[in-house]
């Protein structure tokens, strides 16, 4: 198939009926088929939202038995194909609620964009907080934005967790904890389950999948993988190595000319990945690029690294960027004419579903940088190479050593630090006897301090944001030992940000190594200072934080960084506080306006959620100054937001003169996110 695709020539009847015996259908060539071909062709189509489309012998028989109503966890490559065997069931069974848990914000843009253009004429799609249901739902989030749904939805038809594996500590420690109380609370609501993930062998014993069945013997891919070791030709002293490294990567992208992914795994490496490759490679002359460059040096700065890259035709995806920009440069990866080339961390592997046709592993370690790859995340790493009817092989080029050759079984064990958040009663079927003592054990604890009535209710509110139970416990603890610690929490309020010191300070110090390496005392103060100039983020542009920023030190790196911190922790961390003080110390101050600021980063809500659906701040600060839409406006919200949008309209936008040539690429990027298929 790639030998004909690049030499243009006609698929016989023979090769539509090799490609048939492999279960390939999607390839066939109905046109130069033979009738028999041409009937597989036709009867393994189904609807997929607003349109037909051909399965392959595997995912039909995948949604056979999701239409049957089972319960499946499901190993898949990469390449399988899972997203259309979830639209097809959506089309073929009309459920009323959907929930999609995915692992981030930027694979939550990319299912929404996708769901948004087949079904929502005829569902709401939910991906933010604080939205109104409608009669028919899709949701789709990470898994904390899901919390704040269990006590809204009352009935689930099916619960879609996508990368199920992280569900395990293994892979990730921070975050599974969070999953695993979502799976547990909403899986109660759910008619039907549907957990995906690449690269599985076994499951072991849990009480999370232990009314599923395992499908495993999708070792089916659409792609065909071709490895290089370059590696083998790589000798000397360490100095030695990282030359040739560095040669042998150049002469691969000076050979192949087509998309590459570097994965490069740490920070640092990507640096050095970065400096190589803008003091190597030429400028480009493609218009979409320099456009790109020109609207990165006004809105973040010319000697960000990035700026540079992106001259020579090269992006970066780590996970600490703005959204937009992420997406962005996912788009323009897309384009012919755009980004040849993206270094990554293991971002790439879970924030999107894109592909390439040549993958480099530059560094065989896992994200971070310091323990050797294994074979689950590097088998992850290399199923980004090739993609269905545009590479049919995918060429993987390894500048270090690949990891054994292994097989993979989850094990998925229960984490106590989420057992103070769950009713013994309620979720029995998913607890021991141990566990279950536990609970009681915590919650009599809990009792003592705000009353049993008291912590029923908030257990029932399912209002917490920590999924550490001890620390909420700890917390509590001392507030009502020394409630007088927490007088002037209501500074926080005010719109004086040099009276906030004190409290963040202490704050923050509850959980002492959440704000950044190195010596506390000095991450602390750096903290709070940014979060104290962080109050201009809206009336201010990057470039003029980063000036003010200067003096502590924070650059543009460290900026993404600690502005997702304090969106996300700092904020979750005060509405715990808040709860607490509420219901301990009762002395009429709520700190909910700072937490609701904080957790936008200080922007207008809509702004922030905006940024989630490809559309960059400064692109809406612009539509505000010029009167167009006023953001400050407490009645918005991010749907009626999207209806002004329309009403608006994309081609009267991109007439606007306040917009430069890029702020419309990128407006044609948002709208194509908000409209539905009309074909």
Excluded: C
Excluded at 100 to 123: G, M, S
Excluded at 201 to 206: A, E, K, L, P
């Amino acid at each position: 198939m790639d030998y004909h695709e690049r030499n243009e020539i006609e698929y016989s009847p023979l090769l539509n009926h090799l490609i048939r015996e492999t279960g390939l259908y999607p390839y066939l060539k109905a046109d130069t088929a033979n009738w028999e071909d041409r009937f597989v062709f036709e009867i393994f189509k189904v609807n997929i939202g607003g349109k037909e489309a051909t399965l392959h012998r595997e995912q039909s028989s995948l949604l056979k038995q999701l239409v049957n109503g089972e319960n499946i966890a499901v190993s898949a490559p990469t390449s399988f194909g899972k997203s259309f065997v979830i639209d097809a069931f959506i089309s073929i069974t009309n459920p009323d609620n959907v929930v999609i848990i995915v692992p981030t914000i930027a694979l939550t843009d990319e299912t929404r964009r996708r769901l948004y253009k087949k079904f929502a004429d005829t569902y709401k799609i939910i991906t933010t907080t604080e939205v109104e249901l409608a009669e028919r739902n899709i949701f789709i989030f990470p898994q904390e934005r899901a919390m704040n749904y269990v006590n809204k939805i009352d009935n689930i038809d099916i619960l879609i967790i996508d990368e199920f594996y992280k569900a395990s500590s293994v892979y990730d420690k921070s975050r599974s904890p969070s999953l695993l109380k979502a799976i547990i609370k909403l899986g109660l609501k759910s008619k039907q389950k549907y957990f995906l993930a690449p690269n599985i062998t076994s499951i072991g014993d849990n009480v999370f999948t232990q009314d599923m069945i395992f499908v495993d013997k999708l070792r089916f891919s659409t792609v065909y993988l071709e490895r290089f070791e370059p590696y083998k030709e790589i000798e000397g002293d360490k100095i030695e190595k990282e030359l040739q490294k560095g040669e042998i990567l150049l002469k691969i992208l000076e050979e192949t000319k087509t998309k590459s992914l570097i994965y490069a795994a740490s920070y640092p490496q990507i640096d050095k990945v970065s400096n190589l490759l803008n003091e190597n490679l030429p400028i480009s002359d493609k218009p979409l690029l320099v456009e790109f460059a020109n609207w990165l040096t006004i809105n973040y700065g010319a000697n960000w690294k990035l700026t540079n890259l992106v001259k020579r035709g090269v992006g970066i995806h780590n996970g600490q960027l703005h959204r937009s920009i992420s997406q962005i440069q996912v788009k323009l990866f897309e384009e012919q004419e755009g980004l040849s080339n993206i270094i990554s961390t293991s971002s790439i592997i879970e924030g999107v579903n894109t592909s390439a046709e040549n993958v480099i592993i530059w560094r065989n370690r896992k994200s971070g940088g310091n323990s050797i790859l294994d074979s689950f995340t590097y088998k992850n790493i290399i199923g980004r190479g090739g993609r269905m009817f545009k590479y049919f092989i995918g060429k993987i080029y390894l500048l270090e050593p690949p990891p054994p050759e292994g097989t993979t079984q989850l094990d998925i064990p229960f984490p106590d630090t989420i057992l103070g958040d769950l009713d013994e009663n309620i979720y029995s079927s998913s607890l021991d006897k141990e566990q279950i003592a536990k609970i009681i054990t915590f919650k009599n604890e809990m009792y003592d301090i705000l009353g049993k009535e008291t912590y029923d209710k908030l257990l029932k509110e399912n209002i917490f944001q920590s999924n550490n139970s001890e620390f909420i416990k700890e917390t509590a603890r001392q507030m009502k030992s020394n409630p007088e610690d927490w007088n002037g929490l209501s500074y926080l309020n005010s719109n004086e940000p040099e009276s906030w010191g004190r409290l963040l300070w202490k704050i923050i110090s509850l959980q002492p190594g959440e704000w950044g390496d190195g010596p506390y005392g000095i991450q602390h103060k750096k903290f709070v200072e940014f979060v104290k100039v962080l109050v201009e983020n809206w009336g201010s542009t990057i470039p003029e934080l980063l000036d003010e920023l200067d003096e502590f030190d924070i650059d543009i790196e460290q900026f993404f960084k600690l502005e997702r911190t304090a969106a996300f922790n700092l904020s979750s961390l005060i509405s715990d506080i808040n709860i607490l003080q509420k219901e301990i110390i009762d002395n009429g101050t709520d700190v909910a306006p700072f937490v609701s600021r904080v957790s936008h980063a200080f922007l207008p809500s809509v702004v922030y959620q905006l940024e989630e659906y490809g559309l960059p701040r400064m692109i809406s600060r612009k539509l505000h100054q010029n009167g167009i839409i006023n953001f400050l406006d407490d009645n918005l919200n991010i749907h009626n937001t999207i209806e002004i949008f329309h009403k608006i309209g994309k081609e009267q936008i991109k007439a606007f003169t306040f917009l430069d040539t890029f702020d419309k690429y990128i407006v044609e990027y948002f709208y194509d996110g908000i409209t539905i298929n009309q074909d």
